[in-house]
Structures are given as C-alpha cells and as structure tokens.
C-alpha cells in the first residue's frame, strides 16, 4: 500500500509501497494548518512545485536535516544547491525522470513565480505540478494552478489527484471540479484551502460539485489515506 500523510495546506508526504518517503512542498513552520515541524518529518525526497514561501519555506532546513534529494524545476534546486542543499535534482516542465522509487514528470502549472528567500532575484521561476507513477499507481500533485487546458492532457492517466480548491490565488471548487472532468482521476482530494480565511473553503461543496465524475476523499490535516 502506498499512504498519504496530508499536512495542510499543499504539504504531504506520499510513502510509496517500497517505504520510500517523498515530501511534497514542505510548509510547517508557519503552516497554521499543522503543529508538526521539520524536526517532526523524515524524507527520503523533496519535491517542491514553486517557490512560495507556502510550498517552499521548510525545503531547505528539511533536505539539510534529513540528507533528502530536492527535486522540482532546475532553478529552484540550483538555489537549493547555493544555499548548501547537498542533493538535488533539476528537471523542468514536461520533463520526466525514473528515480529509485518510480519516475516522477513535472506537469505545466499556471501561476506567478518567486523563490522565498532568493534576495537576489535571479531564481524568478515557473511552477509545476507531479504525477508520480510508482508500482502501477499513479499520483498527481497540481501543485498552485489555474484551470487550464493542459489538464486534459492527463486524462485517463491519474488515479488519485491533489487539486488546490481555495480560490483567489488558485482554482476556486468550480474550476477544481471542471479540472476533474478533464483530468477524470478515480480519487480526487482537495488541498490548498482553510489554511487562512482568504482561501476559505466548504470542501463539501467541492464534493457537489464534482458530483459522480470522480470519488472525493476529504482528508484533514493529520490524517492520511491509503492506496
Ligand atoms: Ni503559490
Ligand atoms: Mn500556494
């Protein structure tokens, strides 16, 4: 069985069947969502999708603390690599790799782009989603998108999927749904909402109204699901 651990906010850690712990946009410090800290997290793998302090800010202090390879567009890790990160992984969009526990492809995301921490400006990246394909299963993470066509690229080809459903500065429960329809995952589960009033969210309405287009599994912050 693989498990998802789901953090808050974007943040979770999808253990694969093999055990092999991939942290997907680590946000604890100041992640109202969560009382774990990094000290709280193993990782074997970051993958961080932007680099907003809200999927970025806990990238740094985990990968030194646990030794885990950051993977996510080659500017972000570069940064990571400047700021004494030792193992990293560059990719960019549309770019897949095989890693040890399966490969992972970085999907097209649509949204604006800073590095937190990056004084110096120069690391001004793109965003990216994951779907992660390990043991005939196939895991989606959008990561903080629009609705956009490309979704439909993925059809068919997803069984659970992380859409950011909190509006304003993503999609909002109707887009997230029609990115359902596009996407036809079998589990979708909402992320990126509650985590502060401007992105509050009735996750059941999400679930209306995605309605029988796909199974909507509401997992709180500190509970998991198995697959
Ligand atoms: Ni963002
Ligand atoms: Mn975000």
Redesign the pocket.
Known sequence: MAKLSYHG??ACTLETDDGTKLVIDPFFADNPATELTVDDIEADYILVS?G?F??FSDCIPLAKRTGATVIGTFELVSFCGEKGVESGHGMNIGGAHDFPFGRVKLTPAL?TGSVAGDDSGTHTTDCAGFLIEFGGKRFYHAG?TALIMDFQLLKGRVDVALL?IGDN??MGPEDAARAVEMIQPKVVIPI?YNTWPVIAQDPEEFRRKVGSAAEVRVVEPGDSYEF
């Open positions: 906010h974007s932007h907003h809200d999927h949204h903080d950011p500065f993503t990126h």
